[in-house]
């Protein structure tokens, strides 16, 4: 009869801790596609606003005219937002793999990704974003026969 009442003692005990465990992945979850929301907020206001634009200005960026940094962060904006949709299951890996090809086709697409392929690829930590990371350089290196970059 013990025995039967530690068992179920330790059953609640390990399904309590599964759903706090699960409630935290979720929460965590849930953070970072509200970051990912206020991320391409500010990249669309940036994008709007040529002072706004200044401020987003990294080495990558210096030189650039107005019109160049604010389509690099329109671009950014676009890839911010299929990454949330990859995050959060809106997109098939065909799907991703479209929206790559369509986006690294034209002359400002594929130089928003020279700017930026070696930085995603280095914090591209998490599996989802690895592969979210791996859809594009795959549709880059396709395209324009580029060496794979250190991630």
Known sequence: MLSLSLAL??????????????????TRDDLRVQALKLHVELLRQGAADP???????????EGLSDGEIR??????ARVTVLEL???????????????AESLLA????RRYWERGREVRAKVAERATKH???????AAYRSRYGAAPVAG
């Open 9 to 26: 003692n330790v059953a609640a005990i390990v399904l309590a801790v599964v759903a706090v465990l699960q409630r935290r992945a979720r």
């Open 131 to 137: 592969a979210f990371h791996q859809a594009f350089e």
């Open 106 to 109: 034209t002359p400002e697409g």
């Open 85 to 99: 949709q990859w995050e959060t299951g809106g997109l098939t890996p065909g799907h991703l793999r479209e929206a």
């Open 51 to 61: 002072e706004l634009a200044k401020l987003w200005v990294t080495e990558r960026l």
């Open 71 to 76: 389509a690099h962060l329109f671009l950014n």
